[in-house]
């Protein structure tokens, strides 16, 4: 019998997974799904972050002043975090693609809803909507993720969807500004919008669960679930059987500190995150007094620097894990270091040079990517059968940062006229990120309830 063939990542390293029952090389279905996963989130945040480019147009011509427009960029966290659980359960119960599916031409209606709006009343309302209905986007990208990959593969799977995040920003900002600058804010809403819906559309098509998926040969699929891959045990493969997911059943997952601790790590993360998606281009433009064309090529540094530290941080992670690390090194020592690294943003209060401050941040959120881990070890922990479950209550704790810290930073700047506070804040919420993962997450194991 012929020695079985040790399958590769895509950087070509061997993976440490059990054998096949086929004799047949693994396919590669996988990475189309991962490359559907990528374009997704691309959209979704490019859908909840035109609003923070519009904003230095948009607050001129509809009246609003700092603290105002922090409620506004929080309004859409409200309703992301209340509709976090609920949105989990509906994952759980009807799958990952209808359930994607929905949540894209949805949100996308309401992104394409916020170029009509005429008052401050019904751009609140379509914030509010958005954050519903985009609720259940990354508790999707967690449970397909463990379905299709083994547990050597979730970090760089992770890390190349959630670099979708910052490559969209990075490369369609430029654009983005010179669209407003040219046919004003409205068109932004007009175009993120469209661009969703037909991806929905997309996505409906090409997305398939494992065993449902004609380019996914048996020797794949044996190895996905040698890995701990969940092939066979998604809603779709066991037909009308569902997962029962009860209320009482968040309290019991809340008991567990690997939970509890990414989820306060990951709303540090997140706050690094939100001021970037949020008052980044305001402050380039208020604080620092750039013109649109500046900010637009300014812009992109960062989010190029945090696409480096997403891919950065899940590679190093899971070759660390190859290497025969535990799982405890393995994730946790990435996000430990983004987060330490994070806190940097600080020194940006203290330096002239619009070189220098856009050097700073763009350390701070090269940093902030490599800390985009928290998603591998919500599939790393999460019970079987909830996932979504799971996912909901991190993304909840998570998202809290989109609701406290736009709001912080409006009344801060709205309070003092200045920023100096705000990048405090955000250096400070990072290190105390950093003592959670070190002190309260333990061992990085599968929840048994």
Not at 26 to 37: D, E, H, M, N, W
Not at 78 to 102: A, C, E, H, N
Not at 171 to 179: E, H, K, Q, T, V
């Amino acid at each position: 019998m012929a020695p079985p063939i040790t399958p590769r990542s895509l950087s070509g390293a061997p993976l440490q997974a059990a054998t096949h029952s086929s004799a047949a090389r693994p396919s590669r279905a996988r990475y189309r799904i991962l490359g559907l996963l990528a374009a997704g989130t691309m959209i979704n945040y490019l859908d909840r972050t035109v609003l923070g480019i519009a904003a230095p147009q948009l607050t001129k011509e509809l009246g609003i002043n700092a603290a105002l427009m922090g409620v506004i960029f929080s309004a859409f966290s409200w309703s992301y975090v209340v509709s976090q659980i609920p949105g989990g359960m509906f994952l759980d119960r009807f799958g990952s693609k209808l359930t994607y599916f929905l949540s894209m031409t949805l949100w996308s209606l309401c992104t394409l809803a916020q170029g009509f709006v005429g008052g401050v009343s019904a751009l609140f309302a379509c914030r509010l909507g958005l954050g519903v209905t985009e609720s259940p986007c990354f508790p999707t990208n967690s449970r397909v993720v463990a379905t299709w990959f083994p547990q050597t593969e979730r970090a760089f799977a992770t890390g190349t969807y959630t670099v979708g995040e910052y490559v969209g920003l990075a490369f369609f900002s430029p654009l983005l500004f010179a669209l407003m600058g040219a046919y004003g804010w409205r068109t932004l809403f007009y175009v993120v919008g469209g661009v969703g819906i037909v991806f929905g559309l997309i996505w409906w098509r090409f997305y398939r669960e494992p065993h449902e998926h004609p380019a996914a040969n048996e020797a794949e699929l044996d190895y996905i679930e040698a890995g701990g891959g969940l092939t066979r045990h998604t809603p779709s493969a066991q037909g009308n059987k569902r997962p029962k997911v009860a209320w009482r059943d968040i309290g019991r997952l809340l008991k567990h500190r690997q939970l509890t601790g990414i989820c306060l790590g990951q709303f540090a993360g997140n706050s690094t995150l939100v001021f970037f998606l949020t008052w980044f281009p305001t402050y380039l433009a208020t604080e620092r007094h750039m013109g649109w064309l500046k900010i637009g090529f300014f812009a992109v540094m960062p989010f190029i620097a945090a696409s480096v530290g997403v891919m950065f941080g899940g590679t190093f992670s899971d070759w660390l894990l190859r290497k025969g690390k535990s799982p405890n090194v393995a994730r946790k020592l990435p996000i430990i270091a983004g987060l330490l690294l994070a806190s940097t943003i600080i020194l940006a209060n203290y330096v002239q040079s619009n070189t220098a401050v856009i050097a700073i941040l763009s350390l701070a959120f090269f940093a902030q990517g490599m800390a985009a881990l928290g998603w591998t070890l919500v599939s790393d922990i999460a019970p079987d059968g909830m996932l979504g479950l799971t996912g909901g209550i991190f993304n909840v704790a998570a998202n809290l940062a989109g609701i406290i810290t736009p709001l912080v930073i409006g009344l801060i700047v709205s309070t003092t006229g200045s920023f100096v506070g705000a990048l405090a804040f955000i250096g400070i919420i990072a290190l105390i990120g950093a003592a959670s993962y070190i002190f309260i997450v333990g061992d990085i194991k599968r929840i048994a309830l």
